[in-house]
């Protein structure tokens, strides 16, 4: 066990529809991650998070956004879904600081859009 | 794309053997980690190895390092059939953003 949890664990819906996904770090740590996994792509850096403020950017969409609450959990909002969003999406926790060391990882969400 | 390769895509072998997967990647890093994930599941951290270090030993695990190739390896020894998984590189590009190759897919043949 991580520590990491990821909620909900499955998620089904159609196109078009907004889902939130929802991550709580490990105790302690500071810096939230947020990746996609699929078939094709491989395991895709989403955004980062440090203690309530955005850090890092990656490859994600304009139809999705997330966030980092004052109690460190963080929210993944996915928009005007389409098919090939499904994936898994994982939220990863870490200490935080200048270089980034070990990610935990949560069990991640399976985002099946249909 | 900054993503590391991993090389081979996938590998099979006969329990007990060592198993070698190969990271490369293309920008200058602080450190590289690797990943084990089983199948669906979330990654778990192996090992790191810092910029300014050669090589890392752990348990089984021996990482080495190459900055002037940009490449690493991760050799498995004594593989055992619980070792079947996905492991994946990941380069920290600075930016606080950690990057993941493609993995490699290991199957432990009893």
Not at chain 1, 47 to 73: C, M, V, W
Not at chain 2, 70 to 98: E, P
Request: hydrophobic share 30%; net charge neutral; with cysteine.
């Amino acid at each position: 066990d991580s520590g990491v949890t990821q909620t909900p664990k499955h998620l089904i819906t159609a196109t078009g529809q907004r889902v939130t996904l929802r991550c709580s770090p490990r105790s302690g740590d500071l810096s939230v991650y947020w990746y996609q996994q699929s078939l094709d792509q491989g395991l895709q850096f989403l955004i980062q998070y440090y203690n309530g403020e955005e850090r890092a950017k990656g490859n994600i969409l304009e139809r999705f956004s997330a966030q980092q609450f004052p109690d460190l959990h963080s929210e993944l909002n996915l928009s005007s879904l389409e098919l090939g969003d499904s994936a898994l999406y994982f939220c990863a926790s870490s200490l935080g600081g200048p270089h980034t060391g070990e990610l935990f990882f949560g069990e991640g969400s399976r985002l099946t859009v249909l | 794309s900054q993503q590391g390769e991993e090389d081979p895509q996938a590998l099979s072998i006969q329990e007990g053997e060592n198993a070698t997967m190969n990271c490369s990647y293309k920008t200058s890093i602080n450190n590289l980690q690797w990943y084990r994930q089983n199948s669906g599941r979330g990654l778990v951290h192996l090992i790191l190895i810092r910029s300014n270090e050669r090589e890392k030993h752990s348990g089984r695990l021996r990482v080495t390092l190459d900055t002037s190739k940009k490449s690493s390896s991760l050799l498995i020894t004594a593989s055992r059939a619980a070792d079947t998984a996905s492991y994946f590189c990941a380069t920290d590009q600075g930016a606080q953003k950690l990057v993941f190759g493609q993995g490699t897919r290991l199957t432990i043949n009893p």
